[in-house]
């Protein structure tokens, strides 16, 4: 805006901080996504049967945020990522057989 022009539709935004907020939402964006993976490695190895404590030392995450993920995970992705090996096992044993 103009000095003393009350007008909102000639607010103008600085560069810099239309720079910085996309810079923000990016950075955000991909700390977000590793999260994910993080989450469904995580989840992924509890269900193959891996003990916590191999995981931590694999990935190098702390034991007591690993126990976080299978806590909130115990009930919907765990189960179904160990039923999906299993399945792809049996896949497996049946080519085999073949």
């Known amino acids: 805006m103009e000095p003393g022009d009350d007008n ?3 607010m103008k935004i600085p560069r810099a ?3 910085k907020m996309l810079e923000t939402n990016e950075r955000l964006a ?3 996504e590793r999260k994910k993976e993080r989450e469904e490695i995580i989840c992924r190895l509890l269900a193959s049967g891996m003990p916590v404590d191999e ?3 694999v990935l190098k995450i702390r ?3 690993i126990r ?3 806590d909130s995970n ?3 992705k ?3 990522y160990a039923k999906k090996l299993k399945a792809r096992r049996k896949s497996r044993e049946r080519a085999a057989r073949n």
């Open 8 to 10: 909102p539709a000639n």
């Open 17 to 19: 901080f239309v720079e």
């Open 68 to 70: 976080e993920i299978e």
């Open 55 to 57: 995981i931590s030392i």
């Open 30 to 32: 991909r700390e977000s």
């Open 74 to 76: 115990v009930r919907s």
């Open 63 to 65: 034991a007591e945020e």
């Open 78 to 80: 765990i189960p179904d």
